[in-house]
């Protein structure tokens, strides 16, 4: 079945680095999905990628699909202690249907 | 406008005993999900629903049943607790294709 891989698990960066995670799915998806889940809250819906190869900007965030919208990435520019969390990607089927999640990357952000 | 609704926000159960895990939504949408999070595996899949009266299983369906008889509501059935279902459940609803919103979760130990 669809399978969503991230890297990595965990990422402990100084404030002010930069920070990336990487998606990768087994299968090509319609869709990818970016969450971030805060310590002792749920899932919150940042960004969609739709296109092959689209690249999308949120002030110091910015996200990729892939050019064969199999992978994805999202990366931070100097990072903040808001940004801790943990960041998950999920990839939608062609199918339109369920959403499988990746392991996800937790953030820690040392001020 | 409430969004995704879950009670209890806490449960302690024995081995053995069955409970039902209560999930609303009033956005009216096609898609709703139950997800378990564990440390370190990220967000599973147990069952979702494309609407009212369709259901289908995800990646650990395994001891859990779902029904779907309206739009709003998506109860997930515990039909013998075992300490393996211990674990912070979401419920989260979609249109199609669309971003999921999530529940605020149950956590659930089972002793």
């Known amino acids: 079945g669809q399978q969503v891989m991230q890297i990595p698990q965990y990422q402990h960066v100084q404030e002010g680095e930069d920070f990336t995670t990487y998606c990768n799915s087994s299968?090509?998806?319609?869709?990818i999905q970016w969450y971030k889940q805060r310590p002792g809250g749920h899932p919150v819906f940042l960004i969609q990628?739709?296109?092959?190869?689209e690249v999308k900007k949120q002030k110091r965030l910015t996200f990729q699909f892939g050019e064969a919208k199999k992978n994805s990435s999202l990366h931070i520019t100097a990072t903040q202690t808001t940004d801790v969390g943990t960041y998950f990607c999920?990839?939608?089927?062609?199918?339109?249907?369920?959403?499988?999640f990746g392991q996800g990357t937790e953030l820690s952000v040392k001020p | 406008n409430a969004g995704v609704t879950q009670t209890p926000k806490f449960q302690v159960l024995k081995t053995g005993q069955s409970m039902t895990l209560q999930c609303a939504q009033d956005?009216?949408?096609?898609?709703m999900s139950w997800y378990r999070q564990d440390p370190g595996m990220g967000l599973r899949l147990i069952h979702y629903s494309v609407g009212a009266g369709i259901t289908d299983q995800g990646e650990v369906p395994n001891g859990y049943n779902v029904s779907r008889s309206t739009t709003e509501d998506f109860p997930l059935r515990l039909l013998s607790a075992a300490p393996s279902q211990t674990s912070v459940y979401f419920c989260?609803?979609?249109?199609?294709?669309?971003?999921?919103?999530f529940g605020p979760g149950t956590r659930l130990t089972v002793l």
């Open positions: 999920a990839g939608q089927d062609n199918q339109g249907g369920k959403l499988i």
């Open positions: 299968t090509t998806l319609s869709n």
């Open positions: 989260a609803s979609s249109g199609r294709g669309d971003t999921q919103y």
């Open positions: 990628l739709v296109k092959s190869g």
């Open positions: 956005m009216n949408h096609e898609y």
